[in-house]
């Protein structure tokens, strides 16, 4: 407690935090508890800020388990990233550009506990951390409204072609973009998880006939939805908008290709609000660019922040272009920040949840 965080930590534990605390001691998880008090918890990679201060108040919780250190600036290199993990048992993962690999968890050997903020683990070396003691969470479905929300915003913004339209008029052009009607129109899903299912009802209630394909095919949950299952290769040709919503696993990344783009119409659009690395990016600038393909809506990219200069998108305005922005609402937010400190409250006192290895 005398860290730099002691006045925090002692005065949360002046205002209700020692009962809650004590009264945990006293139902069987006393031993544990007590052995993990004092610990080092660290958010190395908070920017663009999530939390941004220690003052904020899922951040404050924490102060009766240990010392809370909060980075909101990006590591310059990684030997800054190992410097700040050095002595953490426990991280608050913010960011998918901080690579947990096994030479971080090395450098880490006092780790205990990743706490993503998030879905994806694809920055995390899980083997690794599975071989090494490490305990690894995320937080499932806490942006799902927000992120299905963005993919149909994509959807209609790319086929009816609204940012084109908006810098036109603000340049003084009256010029029209004739875009497609959606309503009788097909939805292709790659992906029926719980973002999946969401566009599935949405694009529903557009009047759209929704076909998916899922690495688990699960036909009771497909009928429950109201889509179709086909195969993969049904997707690309059948639909005039495939979006994708799949993990990224080693399995999964570059599963849109130009061998995939070639089977879709030229009148079709791609929509991506999942991972960057699922999408073959420079097959689908061309395809969109020789006019193989109507247009493309893309929340994620392979490089995020993705610079100018290696931006293959440029210049096509029938490519509209989000910066990873499907989770980034107030509600999703919230809950964003509050789900990994549960997860890390959960582990210290010995029930963990939400755990991936």
Partial sequence: MCSGVHKHAQSLMCSGVRKHAQSRMCSGVHKHAHSLMGMDIV???DYPPTYAS???VDLRRLGAYGTVRLHTTRAADRAELFDR???ASVAINVRAYTLFDDELLERARQLKLISILGTGTDNVDLAAAKRRGVTVTNTPGVG??????????LMLATVRGIPLSDKRVREGKWQHVEGPELEGKTLGLLGLGTIGGRVARMGRGLGMRVIAWSVTQDPQRAARLGVELVERDEVFRQADVVSVHLRNTPEMRGLVGARELALM???AYLINTARGALVDAEALASAVRDGRLAGAGLDVFTEEPLPPQRNPFLGLGNVVLTPHVGAVTREANARSRAMPVDNIIAFLEGRPQNVVV
């Fill in 43 to 45: 958010v190395p990679d």
């Fill in 265 to 267: 119409r030229p009148a």
């Fill in 144 to 153: 799902a409204p927000s992120v299905a929300e963005l993919t149909i915003g």
């Fill in 85 to 87: 993990l050095g002595s």
């Fill in 54 to 56: 220690l003052e904020q």
